[in-house]
Structure formats: C-alpha cells, structure tokens
C-alpha cells in the first residue's frame, strides 16, 4: 500500500461488520450548495440551508467559466466543478498537476480505490484519507485541491476520485488544445514507431490546425497484430483480428 493510512483502513478497520450502508446516487443539498459556490454561474438550485466547506471560496470571481468540453456524470460535475473554481482562482496549472498526481496513485494500486469507495468510513479516516491525498499530490499550499478532496469526504465521494481525475484531464486536455491519440497494439510499441506514427498523423486532416497530439499506446493481446488507431472520434482499424473477423465473415457469408 501507498502509506500506512491506507494500509490501516486496507485491513477493514474502517468497516463495520455485518453493515451495509447504500449511499444516494444523487446530489445531495450540501454538493448543491458546494457547486453554487464553486461555479455560481451555474444552473443548480439549492434550498436556503446552512453552508457546509464550499471548495476555493475565493472562487466567487463575476465572470463566467466555460470549460471546453463537456463532460458527464456525478464525477465529470466535480471534475467541471474543479475546473471551474481552479480557473477562477488562477491555480489551473498546479491543480492539473496535483488531479495528474492523484490519478497516477489510484491506478498503482488498486486497493486504495476500494477504501476511497468504502461506505462506513468514519470522520477521523476520511481526515487522514485527505490529509494523505493532499500530500501525495504535492497540494499542502493548493487550496483548491485540498478544499476539493475536503469537499468529496464530507459528502461521502471519495469514491469519485479516479474518475474526477479522468474527467478533470479530459477538460484539460480540450484545454490545452490537444486530440488524443491512441494506438492500440498486441505488444508494447517502442518510441521510435510511435513518434513515426504521432507525425504522419499530425500531417494528416484527422488532426485540426493548431491541434496538439497526446499520444497512448494500449496494450491488447487480443487483436494479434497490426494496430487500432483512435484519434479523436475516429477510428482506424488495422489489426489482424479484425481481418480475420472480416474474412471468416466472408466465408461465411458465402457458404
């Protein structure tokens, strides 16, 4: 495990046996209340209730912020959310920095995902979960990181944190005006063949004037060989499994 925090709360410490706690699926009047306040420009309502840790206060800046791209779900809303109140407080390049760290712990180690998601997590743990998050992410000085971990314990969507992080880096990535690109392969490909790949494509009309690259490449023994390449919406298809689909289609279709 990353820390002891999170090694002591592995060992089922923070549940209570024999108890199932079901959490809603909706928002709750206190995430209302946090994302009027970290976007006021927003369309949610949230009934006159008392204010509960509102993420990047100093976020009530007058103008608008549009993020670039939309995204859904409870945890695209944080990461919209997140982005917004990051923006406003002129912190977007360290909180980028600080989601991206975040990301890259969750996907180490799988078992910290399952304690983020655990349902009795008591007060005195989803404190220590923060206070760890906070500093594995580099963010002791970044309050609009460590507001916003604050806010996703206090409403019980810690849960939510790999996916704040994928949403968040999608926005970013619309941000910085990059299209992603991934190849998919049979085997790991060397960097040579992907930076070959990365600038026939960027010559290519698969990839807008003044558009950056963010280049992945996924490993899937399945297709055999040849390679799957996405860019943006589209998708090419090379591999060998999908020839073969193809040619047993044929066959069959004859027959």
Known sequence: M??????????????????????????????LNWFRAAAPASRLVAPRVPAVRTYAAAAAATENVKPPVAVFGLDGTYATALYTAAVKTSALDPTAKALSSLEALVNKDAKLSTILAAPTLSAEDKTAIVAELTKQAGAGSQETVKNFLAALAENNRLGLLPGVCQKFGEIMSAARGEVELIVTSATQLDNKTLNRLESAITKSSYVGQGKKLKVTNQVNPEIVGGLIVEVGDRTIDLSVSSKIAKLNKLLTDTL
């Open 2 to 31: 990353t820390n002891s925090v999170f090694a002591r709360l592995a060992t089922g410490e923070c549940v209570a046996k024999g108890l199932m706690v079901h959490l809603n699926s909706y928002l709750t009047v206190r995430e």
